[in-house]
């Protein structure tokens, strides 16, 4: 996923659950290490 795209993932995000910003980061930081875990086995 490049910038762009995470940024229009961002702000789709934000925009359907109304998240705040921090919420979102944090939803966004358990995405990637779980994926980053699934790379590693």
Do not use: V, W
């Not at 229009?8 to 290490?33: D, G, P, R, V, Y």
């Amino acid at each position: 996923m490049n910038q762009t795209e995470i940024g229009k993932f961002t702000a789709k995000c934000h925009k359907e659950k109304k998240l705040m910003q921090t919420q979102l980061t944090e939803k966004l930081n358990n995405i990637s290490i779980c994926f980053f875990y699934l790379q590693l086995h």
